[in-house]
């Protein structure tokens, strides 16, 4: 079994071929009606005329002497004309046209009282179209067959038949295209509905447009009202997190305390570590809190903001910060997931810097790519890659790294990215280098 899944077909082209086949089955049916009906009225008015050829022969019939007084019309005396009659008395005897020539044409034994037709094969390929009738004069009772070579009408109407199926596949395949340039007009509201559905994912839109036809309607809103729902559950999930840590430093703070007053060193290690995870998250709030899920990134006023942050977070430091971005005013990118990126990036930078930290922010139409550099210790690239290239999250008591860069990893993942650790060439600490593509 092949392992590639198929192309899902798209309700438009399901709709195409099921009216393609619809318009086809239904002009079929009427070319064969259209046949049918000309068929009858040509076979109607062809017996019509026999009907009144047999007539006059019966008016110049001369029973008793069973022959026919006057002239007929030359074509009854013209060899194989495919005009041709036989008059069938009781007795067996017969009278046939000249134009039969040493032809016999065939009639069935029973003689009907009401007049009858039929096909029946004549001479030289003739399809010959034969009408029989009951007469009775002077007393005598007789039968009038009378026939004439069809084929030709008949080879008009196959050649009327050939000629609409021709037509018939040319109307299915106009139709076809009309209504294929219909269905795209009727579904143009979807492309525009995917579109909007995608810039809201990209963060450049926070809801789809509701100007769409009233059959999309419901789905429209629907999606809108799970997309607000999914907004306020991560705000209230972020504030719950802010919360709760801030809810745990003082029960940590009195854990820790009881036991360094009982000498409990791993009371006092667990509880100064939890300490740092509350910290931690606290730290992440509020660099994140201006970030909304589903918002367009700016860069230059998102970066800013996030730098005022940190610095207030660090001011004991008195670092010194070089800031660098050359990029457009907006991104088609998660405001919120960009500032945890760089937020954590800058974090980590901050807490191991001895006093400087740098940031370089560069956008163009293919890729994000983001740098940052302190001036620490710095630690191995090389282990930190390995470490985060096979899924393992580094723990949060190594030096200086842990959680902040395994949350940078999951965003650069989930973004299709690529991270690099190595040491900074002019700082001499750690160098993070995220790339993010935008296509």
Not at 288 to 307: H, K, N, Q, S, Y
Not at 374 to 399: I, K, Q, S, Y
Request: net charge positive; hydrophobic share 45%.
């Amino acid at each position: 079994m092949s392992s590639t899944a198929e192309a899902p077909r798209t309700l438009e082209s399901r709709l195409g071929r099921l009216l393609a086949v619809m318009l086809l089955a239904i002009l079929l049916l009427l070319l064969a009606i259209a046949a049918w009906i000309g068929r009858e009225a040509a076979i109607q008015f062809a017996l019509s005329r026999l009907h009144h050829d047999a007539e006059a022969i019966l008016t110049r019939l001369d029973v008793d002497r069973r022959r026919l007084i006057g002239n007929l019309q030359p074509i009854y005396h013209q060899p194989l004309s495919g005009h041709y009659f036989v008059i069938r008395f009781e007795d067996g005897a017969r009278l046939r046209s000249r134009s039969l020539w040493d032809h016999e044409m065939a009639l069935p034994p029973a003689s009907p009282e009401a007049p009858r037709y039929w096909l029946a094969d004549g001479p030289r390929g003739q399809r010959l179209l034969v009408w029989e009738r009951r007469y009775r004069k002077d007393g005598a009772a007789f039968d009038i067959a009378i026939a004439e070579d069809v084929a030709p009408l008949l080879s008009a109407i196959w050649r009327f038949v050939g000629i609409g199926l021709v037509a018939s596949v040319g109307a299915v395949l106009l139709l076809w295209v009309l209504q294929r340039w219909m269905l795209r007009r009727a579904f143009a509201p979807f492309d525009r509905i995917r579109a909007e559905v995608r810039e809201v994912r990209k963060g450049g839109r926070e809801s789809v447009s509701t100007d769409v036809p009233a059959e999309v309607l419901p789905v429209v809103n629907e999606f809108n009202q799970l997309l607000a729902a999914w907004r306020q559950h991560q705000a209230r999930s972020r504030n719950a997190l802010g919360n709760l840590a801030h809810a745990l430093k003082t029960p940590l703070q009195l854990i820790l305390r009881r036991g360094e007053a009982l000498g409990d060193e791993t009371v006092q290690l667990q509880s100064r570590r939890m300490q740092q995870l509350v910290e931690r998250e606290l730290k992440r709030a509020r660099i994140t809190g201006r970030g909304g899920a589903g918002r367009v990134f700016r860069p230059r006023e998102d970066i800013e903001a996030l730098v005022e942050t940190l610095k207030t977070l660090y001011h004991h430091k008195a670092l010194r910060w070089r800031v660098a971005v050359e990029t457009p005013d907006a991104l088609r990118l998660d405001q919120s997931d960009m500032l945890e990126l760089a937020g954590n990036l800058l974090d980590n930078a901050a807490k191991w810097a001895q006093g400087q930290v740098s940031l370089r922010l560069e956008a163009d139409e293919a890729a994000l790519r983001l740098v940052v550099e302190d001036d620490g210790p710095g630690v191995d690239g090389e282990t930190l890659e390995a470490c985060l290239g096979r899924g393992g999250r580094l723990d949060e008591n190594r030096p200086g790294h842990g959680l902040g860069l395994a949350i940078v990893r999951d965003i650069v993942t989930l973004y299709d990215g690529t991270i690099r650790f190595n040491r900074a060439p002019a700082l001499g600490g750690l160098r993070v280098a995220v790339v993010l593509p935008l296509t």
